[in-house]
């Protein structure tokens, strides 16, 4: 297995399409235009035909003349099998102990429930979960450690709302790029003695007030709470809106 994971990089990574890694600092090699990366699933597809021929057809050099799966087949030393369910629990980090309540468990500012917390409320209990796997989280009893169930997250979005929240981050992510882009591009003149730095490079003052306003806009959007003050209720049809009594 080492010597695959050494491996992989050299002999399979960097032949495939849109490798970027750079051979030595400083290089950077240079990529066609119109290069097709590949999907998940291909390169799924290839990394599994990859590591079936570094294992059965592959003979690397200090094997002398065998493959991998045949020097471990004829390894003598035992084996142990260890089930899927135990073996499971060692991927799993712990979070610390909550309170069970009618709402569930609290966890990272969100709540989890579960079928098995009926009737539990006020249960000390101690939280495990998969990293990056965060739909759900594994319930221990703090005292006993007695593995009690899952808790999946409470009101999970919608794969429509999931992919419109990934949507809206690209775009930011793709603004702040550029923002941090020509944030970085500061040039400054020469100097030949002691001096404080003089940037270089002049705005308009049409420039200066655009790029203020976007600043300004962005920094009251994020200050906006939409729902302190909820909506009135629409007139019904032919009321003016200051009807003068009689």
């Given at each position: 297995?080492?010597?695959?994971?050494?491996?992989?990089?050299?002999?399979?990574?960097?032949?495939?399409?849109?490798?970027?890694?750079?051979?030595?600092?400083?290089?950077?090699?240079?990529?066609?235009?119109?290069?097709?990366?590949?999907?998940?699933?291909?390169?799924?597809a290839?990394l599994?035909?990859?590591?079936?021929?570094?294992?059965?057809?592959?003979?690397?050099?200090?094997?002398r003349?065998?493959?991998?799966?045949?020097v471990?087949?004829?390894?003598?030393?035992?084996?142990?099998?260890?089930?899927?369910?135990?073996?499971?629990?060692?991927?799993l980090?712990?979070?610390?102990?909550?309170?069970?309540?009618?709402r569930g468990?609290?966890?990272?500012?969100?709540?989890?429930?579960?079928?098995?917390?009926?009737?539990?409320?006020?249960?000390?209990?101690?939280?495990?979960?998969?990293?990056?796997?965060?739909?759900?989280?594994?319930?221990?009893?703090?005292?006993?450690?007695?593995y009690?169930g899952?808790?999946?997250?409470?009101?999970?979005?919608?794969?429509?709302?999931?992919?419109?929240?990934?949507?809206?981050?690209?775009?930011?992510?793709?603004?702040?790029?550029?923002?941090?882009?020509?944030?970085?591009?500061?040039?400054?003149?020469?100097?030949?003695?002691?001096?404080?730095?003089?940037?270089?490079?002049?705005l308009?003052?049409?420039?200066?007030?655009?790029?203020?306003?976007?600043?300004?806009d962005?920094?009251?959007?994020?200050?906006?709470?939409?729902?302190?003050?909820p909506?009135?209720?629409?007139?019904?049809?032919?009321?003016?809106?200051?009807p003068?009594?009689?």
């Open positions: 297995m080492e010597g695959l994971n050494r491996a992989v990089e050299s002999m399979f990574l960097a032949a495939l399409p849109g490798y970027a890694r750079q051979p030595r600092p400083g290089k950077r090699p240079s990529r066609p235009k119109d290069e097709v990366l590949l999907g998940f699933e291909d390169f799924t290839r599994l035909d990859w590591t079936r021929w570094w294992n059965t057809e592959h003979c690397p050099a200090p094997l003349g065998r493959t991998p799966l045949e471990w087949q004829d390894d003598p030393t035992p084996l142990r099998d260890v089930p899927a369910a135990d073996l499971w629990t060692f991927t980090e712990d979070a610390g102990t909550r309170t069970l309540t009618t468990i609290r966890f990272r500012k969100r709540d989890y429930v579960g079928p098995w917390m009926t009737g539990q409320a006020g249960t000390q209990v101690r939280i495990r979960f998969m990293p990056h796997h965060d739909h759900r989280i594994e319930v221990y009893h703090a005292a006993t450690g007695r009690l899952p808790a999946d997250l409470a009101d999970q979005a919608t794969e429509e709302q999931v992919s419109a929240v990934r949507r809206a981050r690209a775009a930011r992510s793709r603004r702040l790029k550029k923002d941090l882009e020509a944030a970085q591009r500061e040039r400054y003149a020469a100097a030949t003695q002691a001096e404080p730095p003089r940037r270089l490079g002049a308009t003052g049409a420039q200066a007030d655009t790029e203020l306003a976007r600043n300004a962005t920094s009251l959007s994020q200050l906006a709470l939409p729902d302190v003050i909506p009135a209720a629409p007139r019904p049809t032919g009321v003016p809106r200051h003068w009594p009689r």
